[in-house]
């Protein structure tokens, strides 16, 4: 499901403590912009914020898909994070969510781009697959899950 240039070690956080939407954007953005200087953190937070202002990216049992169009690249940036403390987000179950996977795509999204979200979405849409991603133990744990795609 997911390829190494698009998610890696790096880009996975476990534990994390946030107590916001805007909060969990804002670390999106800094996180993927630090990753990849070519990105504006400002940028990628005003795309997802435009994109949540839409409709919330909630995917249901407690997992969000925040993701945006960014120009100035061609490539695809992705960032999972597991939450310590689940967020209320206005999930259509009501669920809070504690699992983000949040992606930047380029600013003229392609059909596989859509496709790549499409596949993102069912994959998180597994609830054992989820379960898993839950009692993994560390980073390396979630690097596992998340690079296997018969997990």
Request: glycine share 6%; aromatic share 4%.
């Amino acid at each position: 499901m997911l390829d190494s240039d698009l998610l890696s070690p790096p880009r996975i956080l476990a534990n994390v403590s946030i107590n916001s939407k805007k909060r969990l954007l804002e670390l999106i953005s800094l996180t993927l912009a630090k990753k990849n200087t070519e990105l504006n953190s400002r940028e990628i937070f005003q795309s997802l914020c435009a994109r949540e202002h839409l409709g919330n990216t909630t995917l249901g049992n407690g997992v969000a898909m925040p993701h945006g169009r960014i120009h100035g690249t061609e490539d695809v940036e992705a960032i999972f994070l597991r939450l310590v403390k689940p967020l209320e987000l206005d999930a259509d179950d009501g669920q809070p969510v504690d699992l983000v996977f949040a992606l930047v795509v380029p600013e003229q999204c392609t059909d596989d781009h859509t496709k790549l979200l499409e596949s993102i979405a069912e994959r998180f849409g597994d609830a054992g697959f989820v379960s898993q991603l839950r009692e993994a133990e560390d980073n390396n744990e979630l690097w596992q899950l998340l690079a296997n795609p018969n997990t």
